[in-house]
């Protein structure tokens, strides 16, 4: 295998690997989301309440994490 073309397997299962640990922290997962819908909130200041406040319009990135931070 050339040096080239395991480098792109390793990028690519960098990035894959990232992707799934953003969906699983809302943080990562629903930073477009919060730009676009709750900026100027601080942290505490009711950025879960307004990102569900606005749940049909959120991603399905942000969706799912928001899901998974409720099972825990």
Do not use: E, H, W
Request: glycine share 10%; with cysteine.
């Amino acid at each position: 295998m050339s040096k080239l073309s395991f480098a792109a397997i390793v990028v690519v299962a960098a990035f894959s690997g990232a992707a799934s640990a953003q969906s699983a922290d809302p943080r990562g997962a629903c930073k477009a989301d919060y730009d676009k819908f709750c900026a100027g909130l601080a942290p505490g200041g009711g950025i879960v309440a307004c990102l569900n406040g606005k749940r049909d319009q959120l991603s399905a990135t942000c969706k799912a994490a928001l899901d998974s931070r409720k099972k825990k």
